[in-house]
Structure formats: structure tokens, C-alpha cells
């Protein structure tokens, strides 16, 4: 059973702060690595995707990928109110063409960024 | 550009009775996954459909079955509702082919609200 786990939140930080939001995984096997941001009776929106060990960037977002220690985590320069919502992590494993792509998530990390 | 459009948008029906939910991908879109999320919980995924056929399952009884249709467009079907089918249901869905550039990167539309009473 594929297991994914956040950091216990919620997380709360000030306007200007970084945001740090972390998650462990349980497959070996796991190859592909999202972030999703939900507010609050909305659906999820995908903000950030990684693959390779190492950082990738894009904008105010940073994800970090370590496959050897499985861990991905997500940081948030800058803090905006309007960055307050769930932030859902989630791994897919694509073996050989043979998975759909089934997304695992974890239960989600809530952040309140606080003016 | 359309994205993943769901309907209906809310739902309430009672313990028992049988609903459909239905999805329509995003343009250029042709696999289908449907997520279940109860509140305060992450996505759990139901099963997701390729080709017309089912493809993928997630730990869900056979009450909880589907369709795809030639358009690529999906319905969701749960019969014999309990109290604990209540939750967000949520379509996402995906370009499987080519595989090299998908990535597996899925959009989700914004979600029927199923409640059971």
C-alpha cells in the first residue's frame, strides 16, 4: 500500500515569510511528484510537478525532490494572504507504460499566511 | 480553451437511492480518473478509464462503477448510497498518449458535492 504523508499542520506564517511544506513517501518505485493548492470548497489546482532529484523553480514556488531519502518538499517565497489554502502532495508511478497514472495523495498540509 | 467540466455541482439524495455524476475532459484529454474526497482528506482515487474501459481501481466496493464514452467523456455511478459516500467527488483527467510528454499531469475539474442523508 502506497503511503503519503505530509507535515502535521496547519502551518502558519507571517506576509513576506517563506513557507515550508513537506512530504515523505513510501514507494521506491514512485517517479513523478505534484503539488496541488485547494481552497477551501475548491478543487484542486495543480501548481508545481517534479521528476529529477534536485530543486525546480517557478516564480515564488520551489520544489525539492530527494529520491534517496523519499522526500519532496515545497517552499513558498514571499507569503501571500492569497497563498492561504490546503496544499496537497501526491506521487504517481508510471511503470513501463503499464500504469494509468494513478495519483496518490496526502491528506494535505493546511497554510494561513497572516498579514 | 474548456476545462474539466463536471455536473451536477451539488448534490443531496438519501441512503439507498443510486446517483450519476458525470464529467467531460479537457479538451485534447483522453483518460478519465475519478476521485473521492471526504472532508479534511486528500483525493482518494476510484478508478480511472482509458479506451472505453476501465483501467485502474482504487480500494472502492463494486458499488461504485463507471463508463467512458466514445467522446472521452465519463460518468460515475454509485448505487445503494450510504451516509459515508458523502463527500466531494472529483474528474480529472489527463493526455495518456503521447506518454512521453504527459508526464501523468492532470487537471481536475471543479467537483460534484455529494450529500447523503
Known amino acids: 500500500q502506497k503511503e503519503v504523508e505530509q507535515n502535521s499542520g496547519p502551518l502558519s506564517v507571517p506576509e513576506g515569510a517563506i513557507a515550508s511544506l513537506n512530504c515523505t513517501y513510501s514507494d521506491r518505485g514512485s517517479q513523478s511528484f505534484f503539488w496541488y493548492r485547494q481552497y477551501s470548497g475548491k478543487s484542486p489546482e495543480l501548481i508545481m510537478f517534479?521528476?529529477?532529484?534536485g530543486d525546480k523553480e517557478d516564480g515564488r514556488f520551489t520544489a525539492q525532490l530527494n529520491k534517496a531519502s523519499q522526500y519532496v518538499s515545497l517552499l513558498i517565497r514571499d507569503s501571500q494572504p492569497s497563498d492561504s489554502a490546503t496544499y496537497l502532495c501526491?506521487?504517481?508511478?508510471?511503470?513501463?507504460?503499464?500504469?494509468?497514472?494513478?495519483?496518490?495523495f496526502g491528506q494535505g498540509t493546511i497554510l494561513t499566511v497572516h498579514p | 480553451d474548456a476545462g474539466v467540466t463536471q455536473s451536477p455541482t451539488h448534490l443531496i439524495k438519501t441512503r439507498g437511492q443510486q446517483v450519476t455524476l458525470r464529467c467531460s475532459p479537457k479538451s485534447g484529454h483522453d483518460t478519465v480518473s475519478w476521485y473521492q474526497q471526504a472532508l479534511g482528506q486528500g483525493p482518494q482515487f476510484i478508478f480511472q478509464?482509458?479506451?472505453?474501459?476501465?483501467?485502474q481501481r482504487g480500494n472502492f466496493p463494486d458499488r461504485f462503477s463507471g463508463h467512458q464514452f466514445p467522446n472521452y467523456s465519463s460518468e460515475l455511478n454509485v448505487n445503494v448510497l450510504l451516509l459515508g459516500d458523502s463527500a466531494l467527488y472529483l474528474c480529472?483527467?489527463?493526455?495518456?498518449?503521447?506518454?512521453?510528454?504527459?508526464?501523468?499531469?492532470?487537471?481536475f475539474g471543479a467537483g460534484t458535492r455529494l450529500s447523503v442523508l
Open positions: 501526491a506521487e504517481s508511478t508510471n511503470a513501463g507504460g503499464t500504469s494509468y497514472g494513478k495519483l496518490t
Open positions: 480529472a483527467s489527463r493526455r495518456l498518449r503521447p506518454q512521453l510528454l504527459a508526464k501523468n499531469i492532470q487537471y
Open positions: 478509464y482509458y479506451e472505453e474501459e476501465e483501467r
Open positions: 517534479i521528476y529529477s532529484n
